[in-house]
């Protein structure tokens, strides 16, 4: 089982009072499958994402990766984890503005300690997987919205995590361009990435092959999609 | 993340920001050329006094019969002193310790002529032994030697600046000056004695390239005292073997001497080598406040680049927000920004170092400041720039690292 989570509690305090955004969360995920984890504003889909993509650490709770227990792990661990484990797409593309395509790319690979050398020749390949190859020297301001987006999709690739982690991919994008990267999801997925793709909209979220709903930060159906 | 990426990322975001790094720069800048600035005019100042007490001598003694008035001078010859002498010249030889040599010199002032042209000087007689005891040399012809002093000779050797006023371009060896009633023959012309113009003790109070220099025997034969009561001599140079004998030899000499003048205080005692220790304490406290304003300027330079870098900071969260969610642990953010403080302030350091140096150049060469840069202030003044970056940088980037990664990869 590549993610195993089991009685997760998370509580905020929101000034004096403490707020419990998830409880009682429990859910497997398998290697190689494509989930959507959806939910309205406030379910706590946001806050499972941040405990799934290691930004955060449960209260309550017990969240095994890979066998690891990631809730036992130290903030330096919490960074290598996000670094080889968790590839991120961002609603927003969340790039480096003032850099290349190309050095977005490179940016974990430096983090993970990757050589200059092997460092380039991976983040093209990861461009290139993504169809742009020979856009790399571009910065995000001088790409289109679905190309920034493939960036970012390359950038979460370049490292081989173990699960790809999207969190509204399609948000800030028309609904053309929506369905290209959708599409590029699904290559994905059949090349053998775990995927999970966080979002509100049900047909972004007909893309998966399962569907985890929640409301009021607990799990209200996880079923496979027909 | 390695040390050269570090760097990489740090240099690309100020070049990014050329205006902005300049501008934090600026204090660096400011700071570093100041220091090196003061630093170099202390510097200038102490080996200026250095040269002037070497040109006096630092292992001599000097004894100067004082500057009298009519009144005091009759009650003084009343008491039976009678001035300096070359009996008290006599004496120090024999009795005071380590001494080498002494130079006994009368003084007059009096006015030169040559041609049409003439010019006020004070005319000097001295031994042979005079130019060796104080450092001195000549520029052309030869200095008064032993057989124009044994035979009483009429010539003279005249300073740099009086033999140009007299001479202009003309060649003055061998030409005749006349000086009261007696004419001389110009055997020697000094070389200049720029740094010592002004006043040390009661030492040369006055422009010694004006002085002409005579055998001491030709000064008593031929010349009038300026007054019946002068003394018989002005000054007595005396030169100690090594510094370390001149305290004890100094006060044996001052012993002999007042014996000699009947406890009359006529005269005084000038030690080159005591002012020089004495200028150099005054100095230090002078040039620690010198260097101390210079530092503060750099510490104020330093708050400039943490207020820009705290500001920096805050507009950058996002970035760092990004860098935290793909894998860069805190210390990756702290050791960025640290860089980049780092870098800004190298970088001001080496623009700093340029400028202090220019400064300093065009303070020597604009004003009559004389400054001297010893390489250490440049190596001082750098490296307390890399400190005050690293310092400064240091609260801003542990704000950067600190930041919550899921609060500032959301943050607008």
């Not at chain 1, 609904?175 to 966080?198: C, P, Q, W, Y």
């Not at chain 2, 003084?107 to 041609?115: D, L, P, R, W």
């Not at chain 2, 150099?280 to 620690?288: A, D, F, L, M, V």
Request: glycine share 8%; with cysteine; hydrophobic share 45%.
């Amino acid at each position: 089982m590549l993610i195993e989570i089991k009685d997760l509690q998370k509580n905020y305090l929101m000034g004096e009072i403490e707020v419990t955004a998830l409880k009682n969360v429990s859910l497997q995920i398998r290697k190689n499958e494509y989930v959507a984890i959806m939910g309205p504003s406030g379910s706590g889909k946001s806050t499972l994402m941040n405990i799934l993509g290691c930004l955060d650490t449960p209260t309550m709770g017990e969240y095994l990766f890979n066998n690891v227990d990631v809730s036992s792990l130290t903030d330096d661990e919490l960074s290598a984890m996000r670094n080889r484990e968790i590839g991120f797409i961002f609603q927003t593309f969340n790039l480096l503005p003032k850099m290349s395509s190309l050095h977005n790319v490179e940016l974990p690979l430096m983090y993970g300690g990757v050589d200059k050398h092997a460092r380039k020749e991976r983040a093209e390949r990861a461009l290139q997987r993504v169809g742009l190859a020979e856009r790399m020297h571009h910065k995000p301001s001088e790409l289109s919205g679905g190309q920034r987006q493939r960036v970012a999709v390359a950038r979460a690739l370049v490292t081989n995590p173990g699960i790809l982690l999207a969190d509204e991919p399609t948000g800030a994008l028309d609904s053309k361009t929506g369905e290209e990267i959708m599409a590029l999801f699904d290559e994905l997925h059949n090349e053998g990435n775990t995927i999970i793709v966080i979002t509100h909209e049900k047909e972004i979220a007909e893309y998966a092959h399962r569907t985890i709903f929640l409301k009021d930060g607990m799990i209200f159906s996880d079923a496979p999609n027909k | 993340m390695q040390f050269e990426e570090n760097i990489r990322v740090a240099l690309r975001g100020l070049i990014e920001h050329k205006f902005r790094s300049f501008l934090t720069m600026l204090g660096i800048i400011f700071g570093v050329a100041s220091v090196i600035a003061m630093l170099s005019i202390g510097e200038g100042a102490k080996r200026e006094a250095i040269a002037k007490y070497q040109e006096l001598g630092v292992t001599n003694i000097i004894v100067r019969d004082k500057n009298l008035s009519g009144a005091e001078l009759e009650e003084v010859r009343a008491k039976f002193s009678q001035g300096l002498s070359l009996a008290d010249a006599n004496a120090i030889r024999e009795i005071v310790p380590g001494v080498e040599k002494v130079a006994p010199q009368a003084e007059k002032k009096t006015e030169v002529k040559f041609a049409d042209k003439s010019s006020n000087s004070t005319l000097i007689g001295i031994t042979p032994d005079f130019i060796d005891i104080l450092n001195y040399e000549t520029g052309k012809g030869i200095f008064i030697d032993d057989q124009h002093y044994n035979n009483g000779m009429k010539v003279c050797v005249l300073g740099a600046s009086i033999a140009r006023t007299l001479f202009q371009s003309r060649e003055p060896v061998g030409e005749m000056v006349k000086i009261d009633d007696q004419w001389l023959e110009v055997v020697g012309v000094m070389k200049s004695k720029a740094l010592f113009t002004e006043t040390v003790g009661e030492l040369a109070s006055r422009d010694l390239n004006n002085d002409v220099y005579i055998p001491l025997s030709t000064f008593h034969k031929r010349f009038e005292p300026e007054n019946e009561l002068a003394s018989e001599l002005k000054q007595l140079t005396v030169k100690i073997e090594s510094s370390e004998k001149l305290m004890v030899a100094a006060s044996v000499l001052e012993e002999i001497i007042k014996r000699h003048h009947y406890n009359n205080e006529d005269f005084s005692i000038v030690i080159p080598y005591e002012l020089l220790k004495q200028e150099e304490k005054e100095r230090r406290i002078y040039n620690i406040l010198l260097g101390a304003i210079a530092a503060i300027s750099l510490i104020v330079g330093g708050i400039g680049i943490m207020n820009i870098m705290l500001a920096t900071v805050m507009e950058r969260t996002r970035e760092i927000g990004i860098r935290r969610a793909i894998g860069a642990r805190k210390a990756d953010i702290m050791s960025q920004f640290v860089t980049e403080a780092v870098a800004i302030s190298i970088t001001g350091g080496i623009i700093g170092v340029i400028l202090g140096v220019m400064l300093s150049l065009g303070i020597t060469l604009f004003t009559d400041v004389t400054t001297f840069i010893r390489l250490y202030s440049v190596f001082i003044a750098f490296g307390f720039s890399v400190i005050v970056g690293i310092s400064f940088g240091y609260l801003p980037a542990k704000s950067a690292a600190n930041l919550k990664p899921i609060e500032s990869i959301r943050y607008e």
